[in-house]
């Protein structure tokens, strides 16, 4: 398991991440855990090649597997969560992955003051 990733013992019945409340893809690893993994934008989808192998997660079969040496820098691979939410520090945060931070910052916050207008 690397240390972007979420893992959550037994089972996670809402996949939202526990300290910004944002939703994600929940996925179980090839060790039974549970990583929260961003939710790839299909007219964007992300690039093995734009991201930092410690960070990069692949979907085979019904699992998500950590790629942090993929060979195929054209394939679709996936984020953890971890690795660009909003509540975390920004400076833990790779130049490549930060434009996916912001957008994440501002989801957030939107959800954020949208909770507080109905309150």
Known sequence: ???????????????????????????????????????NDPAAPLRVGAVPGPYRWIIMGHRAHPAPEAADLTAVCHVSHAAVCPRMPLESVPPSLLKRRRLNEARYECARLTSDANE
């Open 1 to 39: 398991m690397t240390t972007t990733a979420v893992a959550v013992a037994g089972t996670y019945s809402d996949p939202t991440c526990p300290s910004c409340g944002l939703p994600g893809e929940l996925w179980t690893t090839p060790t039974d855990e549970h990583v929260l993994l961003e939710s």
